[in-house]
């Protein structure tokens, strides 16, 4: 039973724009949000979380939004570059066990020149 | 710190073989977990630990699989027969607090 899903395998956009990741989830006890960014022969790396109790949290040119109404989350990076190029991937725990993650299937960016 | 390690990176066995993956967290961090990734699930939560306790298995696909942590310092996942299903990559990761560290992964292939 996925309870995070990405439903994009894959997402290319150009240099300098908007990239968008979407990710939904069907826990509701999920409070604690996170993206991973995975590079070819390297484990995930993690890039930027998010609390239930907030609805925006941004870091630089990362933004990740957070709609609990919707069990919606969504990761923009703007401006979009080449070394963003990657798979991201979204997670969720519950509760104060910020350990036990459910992540997503990973969605592919790439950002062309 | 080196970050988590992982060993071998690579592994190529035939079906019924038994494969032994091997993981060192970070120096220092009470949780260890193992996950799978396949392209169809993306990353699975295999089992986790906690002060060398196994916490939550419920991920362990089957009886096949197996997992230790003898020490703060070494774990591992054991497939015993492993079957072609079971080639992926698999992930080890530590944390002590609510990022989790990753290590670069070993790649399984069951011919």
């Known amino acids: 039973d996925q309870q995070v899903k990405q439903n994009s395998p894959s997402l290319s956009v150009q240099e300098g724009r908007i990239s968008i990741l979407n990710c939904d989830y069907t826990?509701?006890?999920?409070?604690?949000f996170l993206w991973y960014k995975k590079y070819p022969a390297e484990g995930p790396t993690f890039l930027i979380s998010?609390?239930?109790?907030?609805d925006k949290n941004e870091d630089g040119r990362f933004t990740v939004f957070l709609n609990k109404s919707a069990k919606h989350l969504s990761l923009h990076i703007v401006p979009s570059q080449p070394g963003d190029s990657a798979v991201y991937f979204c997670?969720?725990?519950?509760?104060?066990?910020?350990?036990?993650?459910?992540f997503g299937a990973g969605t592919r960016l790439t950002v062309k020149p | 710190d080196a970050g988590v390690i992982q060993s071998p990176r690579h592994e190529v066995t035939e079906m019924g073989q038994e494969v032994t993956l091997r993981c060192k967290p970070i120096s220092g961090h009470d949780y260890l977990f193992w996950y799978r990734q396949t392209m169809m699930r993306g990353l699975e939560l295999l089992i986790y630990?906690?002060?060398?306790?196994?916490?939550?298995d419920s991920g362990m696909p089957e009886d096949r699989f197996s997992a230790k942590m003898p020490n703060a310092s070494f774990s591992t996942l054991k497939i015993q027969p492993s079957e072609p299903r079971d080639s992926a990559v698999y992930f080890c990761?530590?944390?002590?607090?609510?990022?989790?560290?990753f290590g670069p992964g070993t790649r399984l292939t069951v011919l």
């Open positions: 998010i609390s239930s109790i907030k």
């Open positions: 990761a530590s944390s002590s607090l609510d990022e989790q560290f």
């Open positions: 826990n509701s006890m999920f409070d604690y």
């Open positions: 630990f906690n002060n060398n306790v196994p916490i939550d």
């Open positions: 997670a969720a725990s519950a509760g104060s066990n910020n350990n036990d993650m459910r």
